[in-house]
């Protein structure tokens, strides 16, 4: 079973950046894709950016140039470092793992972080 862990999260003027981190474990479980998502109070879960095991990465239009995902597999950690920073970037953000390479609606992923807050403040 996928275990997932995410840190990094905290509050920065708008701006500034942050690193997330997402710890992964498969313990034998299958990930094809993985990514990152965010949710802030009153919206729906929305895609901010992911990776499939062949490396390809895409983004949010909302955060693409700004965000870079990356995986460092020796240490089994996701990243995403998210620069220039705005108030509309505040949320909760999740990593997820899915078993399908090309995953891209939440209900694909089956395995999630508990999430780290994030909060931009103008």
């Known amino acids: 079973q996928v275990q997932l862990q995410e840190s990094g999260g905290g509050s920065v003027q708008s701006g500034g950046s942050l690193r997330l981190s997402c710890s992964t474990s498969?313990?034998?479980?299958?990930?094809?894709?993985m990514g990152w998502f965010r949710q802030s109070p009153g919206n729906q879960r929305e895609g901010v950016a992911r990776?499939?095991?062949?490396?390809?990465?895409e983004y949010a239009d909302s955060v693409r140039g700004r965000f870079t995902c990356s995986r460092d597999d020796a240490k089994g950690t996701l990243y995403l470092q998210m620069n220039n920073l705005k108030p509309e970037d505040t949320g909760m953000y999740y990593c997820?793992?899915?078993?399908?390479?090309?995953?891209?609606?939440?209900?694909?992923?089956?395995?999630w972080g508990q999430g780290t807050q994030v909060t931009v403040s103008s």
């Open positions: 498969s313990n034998g479980d299958t990930i094809a894709s």
């Open positions: 990776r499939d095991s062949g490396g390809q990465i």
């Open positions: 997820a793992a899915s078993r399908y390479r090309y995953a891209y609606d939440p209900l694909d992923f089956h395995a």
